[in-house]
């Protein structure tokens, strides 16, 4: 047995400790409480060589995973088992196993406390350093460290961390490090305490540190490896009455990875926006600057794992599967975006609001490219072992990477009616945000029609209807839902997307689905049977290739 | 490996056992620190309703039958707020993609719950919250007494009665 190993089986055995602990100390202080969720999801897979969907050698694919909590006055402790037998397509196979993924103790003063183990945390909006989870698509970079966090009086806060981050069952060869600090200024000056206008401010800081390693370009060269990386942001909050501001600023120090094709140049993000809301209205302005902030714990690694940092996606995250066909996630080396969004609610009694009122959503958002200039007549953009490029901070670059424009009106027509109208303009440069050069950008619109109708106070019918047209990619969609739910408990739903644009006549293809839901208090089972399109799922900014596959799919839930 | 998780497995289903007395299936609200929709920062603990129940519902601008179960509520949340004094909190786990658009989005919608962001789902988690919409009752001593995921038309109906139980002073723990 190496070190390595041998570390990893005590850290499970000074774990399992734990739990005999936690009955006992149940027992005798009889103050404790254990809580905890489970999900499983499993999915039996038949193959349709029409959709894409391969034969899979195991038939049937599992992924499912345990937390249990444990909690006693100023203590508690935590993990998750985590099973992946074998993982289920679209996650990344290198989760193939199961285990102790997660787990930590954490014990709690009045003005500090710390955590050892593993932990989530996020500075700010996370431009340096966010550390989370998606469980839904296999994301997950959870620290392995330590962490304090201490309040020594009343508006400030501070953290500190150190550790290393989750990679499948392994961590990362990086280790990061960073502090966090934030000061409510009402609750530190005692005149401002009365003051309409609030004001908080923060600042963080992160390193990352990783040994040299030897990387060559133009066939000799070495790469001279920076071992540590830093960055900085600073943010604050303004808020008075109805309006309310927040900025963050990030500097990165030049940190060459295979993500920006090591260059040497500093990074930057810039996240701002302002909003003004008051009953039946909101208005938000929101605009950002990405450029080179790619931050990983391992400079050679591609792809989702191990980001340092989370650069948030200036985009309305869309809820209807025709209108989420073309998700957009934000480009570390760089892009520039703006988003507005005006919510509006129509008064009741009044000829357009009726006798319910009508609500209004606005959105826009779009996304360009850096402007990008070279630092010399000799040297190309981007060239590996330079600078890279410079770059006018406020310019927005002639590349549109992404558009979206769209509006949704939600209306009460009676007791038993209701239902709302959706249409969605997109532009979506595949090209770059799925990294195939040379496909055309995808000019997309979406209507969408949902529609709800109580036949009782408990049984209701729901439906969607959902069009989709372009003249790139698969050409046009359409798509109808029909739900019927028995509340609080019971869900029936049938749903058909078919392809009949698509100019590949056999591709024209129906993605019929049949499912049934069944909830009590917080646990549920969900079943379905029926063909999923291959196609990019994104939730909370991570996305996920999910290939096509066909078959019965079963997911079940429960918190304890 | 696998006698480690075998002996996990045996180490968990003793702990569950003592787990079910039933002192120990009280539970409170845990100490979090997380921030209201206007900026201020405030420890879940300290989440009340001068002893009158507190509903909890986890939602996001991504999920729309929680933006639907919030709009059915906000209908006849004053006339719930006047017949029993419950009081809602609306919990959104929007990051920092859309996080500054909660604030606009309740006050366009003429919502008026008490708002808190958990951005990085240290709230969610602390509360073992996998899917949204999840709902938890808290009864007028804090304790959280009952929960629910998904919404569909109607639940509210559900949720209004075991509040008017709760005032009665009746128990609607789920192990019933």
Redesign the interface.
């Known amino acids: 047995m190496n070190k390595n190993t041998l570390i990893k ?1 005590l850290k ?2 000074v774990i ?1 400790g734990f ?2 602990f ?3 100390s ?2 005798i202080l ?8 489970f ?1 499983l999801d499993a999915q039996y897979y038949q193959k349709d060589s029409t959709i894409g969907a391969n034969e899979v050698s195991e038939k049937m694919l599992m992924n499912a995973f345990a ?5 006693n006055g100023n203590f ?1 402790a935590g993990l998750r ?1 985590e099973s992946y037998r074998n993982p289920m397509l679209g996650f990344d196979n290198r989760y193939k196993g ?3 993924a997660y787990r930590y103790a954490t014990y ?1 003063a009045d003005d500090f406390d710390i955590t050892v183990g593993n932990f ?3 500075f700010g ?2 431009l340096i350093f ?1 550390s ?2 998606e ?1 839904n698509l296999g994301y997950d970079n959870a620290m392995d460290g330590i962490r304090v ?1 201490f ?1 020594p009086s009343q508006g400030i ?1 501070l953290k500190a961390i150190i550790g290393t981050q989750r990679f499948f069952w392994d961590v990362g060869p990086g280790i990061v490090r960073g502090g966090d600090a934030e000061f ?1 200024l009402n609750d530190i000056i005692s005149s401002f305490s009365e003051s309409k206008t ?1 004001l ?1 401010i923060g600042g963080s800081v992160i390193s990352k540190y990783q040994p040299s390693e030897e990387i060559l370009y133009d066939a000799s060269k070495k790469y001279n490896l920076p071992e540590n990386v830093a960055a900085f942001a600073g943010r604050m ?1 303004v ?1 008075r009455g109805k309006i ?1 501001v ?1 900025a963050e600023y990030a500097y990165k120090s030049p940190d060459p990875n295979s993500q920006n094709n090591f260059i040497y140049r500093h990074g930057e993000a810039l ?1 701002v ?1 302002a ?10 302005l ?1 605009g950002k600057r990405v450029d080179n902030m790619a931050f990983k714990s391992k400079r050679t690694e591609v792809g989702n794992m191990l980001n340092i940092n ?1 650069l ?3 985009t ?5 599967s025709l209108s989420a066909i073309y998700p957009y996630a934000t480009q570390p080396n760089g892009e520039m975006g703006v988003q507005g ?5 129509i008064p009741k009694n009044t000829i357009l609001g009726g006798k ?2 009508t ?1 209004i ?1 606005l959105n826009y958002s779009r996304a360009n490219s850096l402007d990008k200039s070279a630092i010399n007549d000799t040297t190309l953009i981007d060239k590996e072992g330079t600078k890279g490029y410079t770059s006018n901070f406020f310019k927005f670059g002639k590349e549109l990477y992404f558009q979206d424009f769209n509006i949704e009106i ?1 209306k ?1 027509i009676n007791n038993k009616l209701k239902g709302s109208l959706s249409w969605v303009n997109l532009v979506y440069n595949q090209a770059v945000i799925e990294g195939h050069p040379g496909l055309p950008s995808v000019y997309a619109n979406v209507l969408i029609a ?1 529609i ?1 109708y ?1 036949i ?5 019918i ?1 439906t969607e209807i959902q069009h989709l047209s372009t003249k790139q990619d698969e050409g046009n969609w359409v798509m109808g839902m029909l739900e019927y ?4 408990q019971w ?1 029936f739903s049938v749903s058909d997307q078919y392809n009949y644009g698509n100019e590949i006549d056999v591709k024209k293809i129906h993605y019929y689905n049949v499912g049934v ?1 069944y ?1 009590r ?4 089972i969900q079943m379905s049977y029926g063909k999923q399109r291959e196609g990019i799922l994104c ?3 991570v996305c996920r290739q999910v290939p096509a596959a066909y078959g019965f799919n079963i997911t079940i ?1 429960s ?2 | 490996m696998k006698k480690i998780i075998f002996i996990a497995a045996c180490f968990l289903l003793t702990s569950f056992g003592f787990s079910q007395n039933p002192d120990s299936k009280i539970k409170k609200l845990p100490s979090i620190t997380i921030k209201t929709v206007d900026g201020k920062t405030i420890k879940t603990s300290d989440i009340s309703n001068n002893g009158k129940p507190i509903i909890i519902s986890f939602w996001a601008l991504w999920c729309k039958p929680c933006q639907k179960e919030l709009s059915t509520i906000a209908e006849v949340y004053d006339e719930w707020q006047k017949e029993t004094g419950v009081k809602l909190v609306a919990v959104s786990i929007d990051d920092a993609r859309s996080s500054s658009r909660v604030l606009p989005t309740v006050n366009g919608n003429n919502w008026t719950y008490e708002v808190l962001l958990d951005v990085n789902g240290d709230f969610k988690r602390a509360m073992n919250v996998n899917m949204i919409p999840h709902t938890f009752l808290l009864n007028g001593k804090g304790e959280i007494v009952w929960q629910h995921t998904s919404f569909a038309e109607g639940s509210e109906l559900e949720l209004i009665e075991l509040v008017k139980k709760l005032n009665r002073g009746e128990d609607i723990s789920e192990k019933k």
């Open positions: 089986r499970v055995i399992l739990f005999p936690i009955g006992f149940q027992n009889n103050s404790g409480s254990v809580q905890g969720n999900q937390n249990i909590i444990y909690s508690s088992y199961s285990g102790i709690k989530y945390e996020q909006s996370g966010r989370y989870e469980r966090n309040n806060m409510a609030r908080t909050n808020s309310n927040n996240l926006s909003a003004y809301s008051k009953k039946g209205f909101g208005i938000i929101s989370y948030p996606t200036l309305k995250q869309h809820a209807y969004e005006i919510v509006y609610t319910y009122g609500e959503k939600s009460k949902d709800n109580k009782t106070p408990i049984r209701s729901r739910s028995i509340a609080p869900f839901g909830n208090n917080s646990s549920r939730v909370g900014g839930t918190s304890f």
